[in-house]
């Protein structure tokens, strides 16, 4: 199994800049496919930025595209999550997440990742 933390959640304005990390042990995380979703107040988990196992692919939603960007360092056992232009509405619990050992592809999907984080706060105000 893997352990995922997170960190490098706050409280920011409208504009600035955060970069959330993802620590993994138990095993690295060369084998999986990462990604991180968000829960805002009120919503349901959603997909924001996944990655495959090395780093030559990532998606994101379309609401973050141009403003967030996924990276990787296996050696590490770390992913993180750049985030600029930050808007009031990227506030939200932010998870990072691990699909199954050699899964193929990032998916937009919670219900296909095996292991979470406990999630980072991110505040945004206007």
């Known amino acids: 199994q893997v352990q995922l933390v997170e960190s490098g959640g706050g409280l920011v304005q409208a504009g600035d800049s955060l970069r959330l990390s993802c620590a993994a042990s138990?095993?690295?995380?060369?084998?999986?496919?990462m990604g991180w979703f968000r829960r805002a107040p009120g919503k349901e988990r959603d997909f924001v930025a996944g990655i495959s196992r090395i780093g030559g692919s990532t998606d994101y939603a379309d609401s973050v595209k141009g403003r967030f960007t996924i990276s990787r360092d296996n050696a590490k056992n770390t992913v993180y999550l750049e985030m600029k232009a930050l808007k009031p509405e990227d506030t939200a619990v932010y998870y990072c997440?691990?699909?199954?050992?050699?899964?193929?592809?990032?998916?937009?999907?919670?219900?296909?990742?095996?292991?979470w984080g406990q999630g980072t706060q991110v505040t945004v105000s206007s």
């Open positions: 138990g095993r690295t995380i060369s084998s999986y496919v």
């Open positions: 997440a691990a699909r199954p050992a050699y899964a193929v592809g990032t998916s937009y999907y919670a219900g296909q990742y095996n292991y």
